[in-house]
């Protein structure tokens, strides 16, 4: 959690609000490939990458 809460602070410090979608995006695709990853959906989502 520490990690977290350094991108946090950064980004409530420098003002880079703008980066906040992008991490969002990024930890959600990763989560879906994780959860996704030794199941049958697999091969599908990996054809949309």
Known sequence: ?????LIW???KVRKKWWLTPI????LLIS???VL???T???PFI???F
């Open 36 to 38: 996704t990853s030794g």
């Open 23 to 26: 991490i969002v995006f990024l």
């Open 40 to 42: 049958a959906l697999a």
């Open 9 to 11: 602070d950064f980004l």
């Open 1 to 5: 959690m520490s990690k977290l809460g």
């Open 46 to 48: 990996y054809t949309l």
């Open 31 to 33: 989560l879906l490939i």
